[in-house]
């Protein structure tokens, strides 16, 4: 999320985002994309969700409270990439989450639309992180159904229950 932190460096900060399905191809134009790999330490179930990500040739270590509303706190750090791949080999519960995250500028807010891949592939979905849970944005037309409040689109529980059995 945050490639600028540097080693040890730590941030937290109260997410507010929200999530849609994207329909079409049209987006594709509109950015490149870079692959994402992620897994999750196993927690307490509903309280947090520790993530392990690499991203290119850096790691980071996210842990994120519950979820209220479409608001949660943050906490996210720079760790070795080295620790990132033992963590994501060793610790984390599997399938882990691929995708390529693409980032959309538009308005002064960025979109990240995430293309999903291994036992997700199919899945294309959008995230954009508000400053303040009534701010009003402009819809783009590659953007379909708000999926926020679902649960089933959390990247920790499309591990648990990926995309392809969902159909099943």
């Keep these: 999320m945050l490639p600028w932190l540097r080693l040890n460096q730590k941030l937290m900060t109260v997410e507010i985002e929200r999530k849609f399905l994207v329909k079409g191809d049209s987006w594709r134009s509109l950015a490149t994309g870079k692959l994402y790999r992620q897994g999750y330490i196993p ?63 538009l308005d002064d807010l960025t979109w990240e639309v995430d293309e999903f891949l291994g036992d997700n592939q199919g899945l294309i979905m959008a995230e954009i992180e508000l400053e303040q849970e009534e701010q009003v944005i402009t819809i783009p037309d590659w953007i379909g159904e708000e999926v926020t409040g679902d649960g089933r689109y959390y990247n920790s529980n499309l591990q648990k229950f990926p995309y392809k059995m969902w159909s099943l």
């Design 43 to 105: 927690t307490q179930e509903g309280l947090t969700t520790v993530r392990v990500r690499v991203v290119g040739d850096l790691g980071y270590l996210t842990i994120k409270g519950k979820t209220e509303g479409i608001s949660r706190l943050e906490f996210e750090y720079a760790i070795p990439l080295e620790d990132a791949e033992i963590m994501l080999e060793n610790l984390c519960k599997k399938p882990l989450i691929e995708k390529i995250r693409h980032r959309i500028s």
